[in-house]
C-alpha cells in the first residue's frame, strides 16, 4: 500500500512540472518577446540591441589629448636692486602695457640722480673756463704775431704763444667732452631712478594680459633681475599635443580643430594647427604641435587637459556601420543584418574602409537596414533575435 501510495504522487508530480512548463511556455509566446518561425522552431531566440545602417557622407576624424599654455608669459623682474615699497596688482588683476606694478624705493637712486646733476655743473663750469682761457690765449697769440711781424718779439717768443694758443682750444675739446659724459650720466642716473616703478612693457600687439602670479610681497629685498610677477596673454590661448609618427602626417599648420575639455563640458572651442615641429623628441619619437584657439571670454585656462579633434578625410555617399557592429569570422570582419521582419539575422562579410571614434566605412552586399551592435559574439548565420533595445551611434561607439 506504501509503494502504491509513492507512486501515484510521483505520477502527479511529473504531470504538474509538465503542465507548469507548458505553461511558461505559452505565457513566453503569447507576451510577444518572441515568436517562433518555420526556420528557428526549436532554436532559443537572443536577445540583441541594433542600430541603422547609415549613408552618406562620412568624416574621419583624429582626437589627440594635451594641455593649454598662455599665447604668451612676460616675466617682470626688477632691473636695479632695493626694498619693495609697493606691489599694485595681485593675482588675475588684468594690466594694460605701461601701467606701473611694482615700486621700488627711490632714495639712493633719486641721490645718484642729484649726484650727477651736481657733476655735470661742473663739467660745464669747467667747459666756461676753458673758452676763457681760450680767449685769453689767443689774444696774446695775436699781439705777439704783430709784434714778431715788426721784428719787435723774438721768434721764440711767437712759438709760446702759438702753443699756448693751440693748448687753449685742446682744453675746450676736454671740456666739452666731459660735459657730454656728465650729461650721459645723469641721463643714466635718471633712466635707473625710472627702474624704481616696475612697468608692464612686454612687445606683441596685445594692449592687456592677466597677472598669472605674484613672487614678492612689500618690504622684501630684491636684486637686479629678480623675477617678481608673471602675466600672461589668455586670448588666444595655446594648446599643446604630441603626435606620434602615425599622426605626423595627418597635421598641418591652418588645419582647423575642434577643442573641448572636462572642465567646460558641453562646450566646444574652435580653433587651427599653428605650428608642427620640424623634429621628433628622440627620448618619446614624438613631435610638439602647437594649436592657436580664440579664447575671448576667458573660458580656457593654461595647465587645462584638452583633447583636440580635427578632420582628417571627408567622404561622400558611403555605407558606414557603429564600430561595436563589427565581428570576426573565420578571419573574415563581418556584420549581422537583422531580417525586414526582425526575427533573424544573416551574417554578411563586410571590407573595412577608413573609420572614425564611433563609426566604420565598409563594403559588402545587402548592408542596408539595421546591424546588431550586442549579442552579436551569441550569434550565428539565420539564428533567430529577439531586438529588446535600440542603440544609436553614440551607444554604439
Do not use: C, H, M, Y
Given at each position: 500500500m506504501a509503494t502504491r501510495s509513492i507512486w501515484i504522487l510521483g505520477a502527479l508530480g511529473g504531470a504538474a512540472l509538465v503542465g507548469i512548463a507548458g505553461w511558461v511556455g505559452a505565457s513566453w509566446i503569447d507576451g510577444g518577446v518572441a515568436s517562433a518561425s518555420p526556420e528557428s522552431e526549436g532554436r532559443s531566440r537572443v536577445p540583441v540591441q541594433v542600430a541603422d545602417v547609415e549613408q552618406?557622407?562620412?568624416?574621419?576624424?583624429h582626437t589627440l589629448t594635451g594641455t593649454l599654455e598662455p599665447a604668451a608669459t612676460f616675466q617682470v623682474a626688477a632691473?636695479?636692486?632695493?626694498?619693495?615699497?609697493?606691489?599694485?596688482?595681485?593675482l588675475a588683476d588684468v594690466v594694460q602695457r605701461g601701467d606701473v606694478l611694482i615700486e621700488l624705493d627711490d632714495a639712493e637712486?633719486?641721490?645718484a640722480v642729484a649726484a650727477a646733476r651736481a657733476e655735470l655743473s661742473v663739467a660745464r663750469a669747467q667747459l666756461e673756463s676753458a673758452r676763457a682761457s681760450r680767449d685769453i690765449a689767443k689774444q696774446a697769440f695775436d699781439r705777439v704775431r704783430t709784434l714778431a711781424n715788426k721784428n719787435i718779439a723774438a721768434k721764440e717768443e711767437l712759438d709760446r704763444a702759438r702753443a699756448d694758443h693751440l693748448e687753449a682750444q685742446a682744453g675746450i675739446s676736454v671740456?666739452?667732452?666731459?660735459?657730454?659724459?656728465?650729461?650721459?650720466?645723469l641721463e643714466a642716473a635718471r633712466v635707473r631712478a625710472s627702474y624704481a616703478q616696475v612697468r608692464a612693457t612686454w612687445a606683441g600687439e596685445d594692449g592687456s594680459r592677466v597677472v598669472a602670479s605674484r613672487l614678492v610681497d612689500e618690504g622684501e629685498m630684491v636684486a637686479p633681475n629678480d623675477p617678481l610677477l608673471r602675466i600672461v596673454d589668455l586670448d588666444p590661448v595655446i594648446a599643446v599635443v604630441f603626435a606620434t609618427e602615425q599622426d605626423y602626417a595627418l597635421l598641418a599648420p591652418g588645419q582647423a580643430v575642434t577643442i573641448t575639455t572636462d572642465a567646460r563640458p558641453g562646450e566646444d572651442f574652435e580653433g587651427h594647427v599653428l605650428r608642427v615641429a620640424p623634429v621628433f623628441d628622440r627620448d618619446s619619437r614624438q613631435a610638439r604641435v602647437e594649436l592657436e584657439i580664440d579664447n575671448p571670454n576667458a573660458k580656457l585656462r593654461p595647465g587645462m587637459f584638452i583633447r583636440a579633434t580635427t578632420t582628417t578625410q571627408r567622404m561622400d555617399d558611403v555605407t558606414t556601420v557603429p564600430r561595436d557592429a563589427?565581428?570576426?569570422?573565420?578571419?573574415?570582419?563581418?556584420?549581422?543584418?537583422?531580417?525586414?521582419?526582425a526575427s533573424t539575422?544573416?551574417?554578411?562579410?563586410v571590407q573595412l574602409g577608413p573609420r572614425s571614434a564611433s563609426r566604420v566605412v565598409v563594403t559588402g552586399q545587402g548592408l542596408t537596414?539595421?546591424?546588431v551592435v550586442l549579442g552579436q559574439n551569441m550569434l550565428e548565420d539565420g539564428a533567430p533575435i529577439s531586438i529588446v533595445g535600440e542603440s544609436g551611434e553614440g551607444e554604439a561607439a
Open positions: 552618406g557622407a562620412f568624416e574621419v576624424t632691473k636695479v636692486g632695493g626694498r619693495v615699497d609697493a606691489v599694485l596688482v595681485d637712486l633719486r641721490q671740456a666739452q667732452a666731459r660735459v657730454k659724459q656728465q650729461s650721459a650720466a563589427l565581428v570576426e569570422r573565420n578571419g573574415q570582419a563581418a556584420v549581422f543584418i537583422v531580417s525586414g521582419d539575422v544573416t551574417l554578411v562579410p537596414g539595421s546591424v
